[in-house]
């Protein structure tokens, strides 16, 4: 047996991070400690270095007196066992007859307002859709723009302070837009007006496999990391008839880390979407990071991939405050109780540029899974708005 499934088997599930957890593992990200760390050896058969305070604490509890064996305080396991035994968690999720997803997307905008800058959350919008697994069982499509709204509770008593205003002019890149608080009510989209009688077994976007294909993925990491993240593959799909000259073959992590993760939110076999998740752990530039919240509140584990960096010249125009350059990653943040994808977003790591007066972990925009997942009935959305 291996050391990760002993642990989860055989200790308590560990309480949710604090929030003052958090912003601890946040600042271990810029300022780690420096101090000698005990190892515990994981199940695939390498050493990881035992984690601090972005580790979870599981207390042993085998018995009345532990073995000699054992260590008699608690074992923390490291950022990477933390992905590992999420990856656990995923592969035990039940199946159905109808997938679902809820999936909300946003982008932060800086307000540059004369009482504060702050930001918002703007081209906000949830879409919400189901499939049959069986071709002719139907599926259902809807979508709803939500509210712009501050990111932060800082950003909010500074929105406050400038009025609360109702109406949100940003700069957009290249153009500016302006968002709302009001929200929106659920709209039916595709066919038959949101729904089809007659639809189910294929999903639009997932890799352009049915859902028999997708369930007859392979579990093992290693071939799943070789039939969608190898260079070769990833580059052969974009290029079919070659690579173009002077383009290097060489992936950024982060294409591969959403790749990963996209091919997990569709209705893989709950070992494969495990597999997956195992997957991402080993590729060069991909790294756990620990816990880390995602942009709807929920606290998660972390899969992240080597930051880069953008710069903003103002060739497109724009107010001269946005321009310089920042860097930013990509991170995937999963629940550690069940090994649901719970987002992908885009972090800041260095301010400048738009983001000068941002702090790391900041994040840019995001796609964030309400839910997604099997059921045996047919699933429909809900009326309240994703936010606490």
């Given at each position: 047996m291996d050391e990760v499934r002993m642990v989860r088997d055989s200790y308590p599930e560990p309480a949710p991070p604090t929030a003052r957890e958090i912003a601890r593992a946040k600042s271990l990200l810029t300022d780690p400690?420096?101090?000698?760390?005990?190892?515990?050896?994981?199940?695939?058969?390498?050493?990881?270095?035992?984690?601090?305070?972005?580790a979870v604490a599981l207390t042993l509890v085998g018995g009345n007196t532990p073995a000699p064996s054992q260590p008699t305080g608690p074992?923390?396991?490291?950022?990477?066992?933390?992905?590992?035994?999420?990856?656990?968690?995923?592969?035990?999720?039940?199946?159905?007859?109808?997938?679902?997803?809820?999936?909300?997307?946003?982008?932060?905008?800086?307000v540059r307002a004369r009482t504060g800058t702050y930001a918002i959350t703007g081209a906000l919008d949830e879409m919400f859709g189901w499939w049959g697994a069986k071709s002719g069982m139907g599926e259902g499509h809807y979508g709803r723009d939500l509210p712009a709204r501050p990111v932060t509770a800082q950003d909010a008593a500074l929105w406050r302070k400038a009025g609360s205003?109702?109406?949100?002019?940003?700069?957009?890149?290249?153009?500016?837009?302006?968002?709302?608080?009001?929200?929106?009510?659920?709209?039916?989209?595709?066919?038959?007006?949101?729904?089809?009688p007659h639809g189910g077994g294929k999903l639009v976007g997932a890799l352009g496999m049915s859902v028999e294909e997708l369930q007859k993925l392979p579990s093992d990491p290693a071939k799943l990391a070789e039939m969608f993240l190898s260079d070769k593959t990833i580059y052969k799909k974009e290029h079919p008839m070659g690579a173009p000259a002077g383009r290097t073959r060489q992936v950024p992590p982060a294409v591969k880390l959403h790749l990963a993760g996209a091919l997990a939110?569709?209705?893989?076999?709950?070992?494969?979407?495990?597999?997956?998740?195992?997957?991402?752990t080993t590729q060069p530039g991909i790294h756990a990071i620990g816990r880390d919240t995602d942009p709807l509140g929920r606290p998660g584990v972390a899969l992240a991939a080597d930051?880069?960096?953008?710069?903003?010249?103002?060739?497109?125009?724009?107010?001269?405050?946005?321009?310089?350059?920042?860097?930013?990653?990509?991170?995937?943040?999963?629940?550690?109780?069940?090994?649901?994808?719970?987002?992908?977003?885009?972090?800041?790591?260095?301010?400048?540029g738009p983001y000068a007066k941002m702090k790391p972990g900041f994040i840019i925009d995001y796609v964030a899974y309400r839910s997604a997942g099997w059921t045996d009935t047919k699933p429909s959305p809900s009326a309240e708005l994703p936010f606490r």
């Open positions: 400690p420096r101090r000698s760390r005990p190892r515990l050896l994981w199940g695939l058969g390498g050493v990881v270095a035992v984690g601090a305070a972005t074992v923390r396991l490291d950022d990477k066992a933390l992905v590992l035994a999420a990856a656990e968690k995923a592969e035990q999720q039940p199946t159905g007859v109808y997938w679902h997803t809820d999936v909300v997307q946003g982008q932060s905008f800086i205003p109702s109406t949100f002019r940003v700069w957009a890149g290249d153009h500016y837009d302006t968002y709302t608080t009001k929200a929106q009510k659920w709209q039916m989209e595709g066919v038959n007006k949101g729904t089809d939110q569709n209705p893989v076999q709950p070992k494969v979407r495990a597999g997956l998740m195992r997957a991402a930051d880069t960096a953008s710069t903003w010249t103002g060739e497109y125009g724009g107010p001269q405050a946005a321009r310089g350059t920042y860097r930013s990653r990509k991170v995937i943040v999963f629940d550690q109780r069940t090994g649901a994808m719970l987002s992908e977003q885009e972090e800041l790591t260095k301010p400048g």
